[in-house]
């Protein structure tokens, strides 16, 4: 069964940055796109980044500007180096490919003073 195992998660100053990664154990990595997602604390998930096979990029509205997804292929790896952090982006995060697979235990953010 394929693994997503993400981490880098920690607490940080607002304005500060974060860098994401996501492993994936899979094969075929390479094929697949691949999407960020967050949950706040009694919010819904929602999806934050997409990186499709080919490199194009898609993000949510309030996260555009700060936040760039990047991959690793040769380590099945996918980044999200997340910058000038908001209160607001506090959440867990999870990667995940489109369409989803189970999920990976997410990696907490969190941004405060």
């Known amino acids: 069964q394929v693994q997503l195992v993400e981490s880098g998660g920690g607490l940080v100053q607002p304005g500060g940055s974060l860098r994401l990664s996501c492993a994936d154990s899979?094969?075929?990595?390479?094929?697949?796109?691949m999407a960020w997602y967050r949950q706040a604390p009694g919010k819904q998930r929602e999806l934050v980044a997409t990186?499709?096979?080919?490199?194009?990029?898609n993000y949510a509205d309030s996260v555009k500007g700060r936040f760039t997804v990047s991959r690793d292929n040769a380590k099945n790896t996918v980044y999200l180096q997340m910058n000038t952090l908001k209160p607001e982006d506090t959440a867990v995060y999870y990667c995940?490919?489109?369409?989803?697979?189970?999920w990976g235990q997410g990696t907490q953010v969190t941004v405060s003073s």
């Open positions: 995940n490919r489109i369409p989803n697979i189970s």
């Open positions: 990186l499709s096979a080919r490199g194009s990029t």
């Open positions: 899979g094969s075929l990595f390479s094929i697949y796109v």
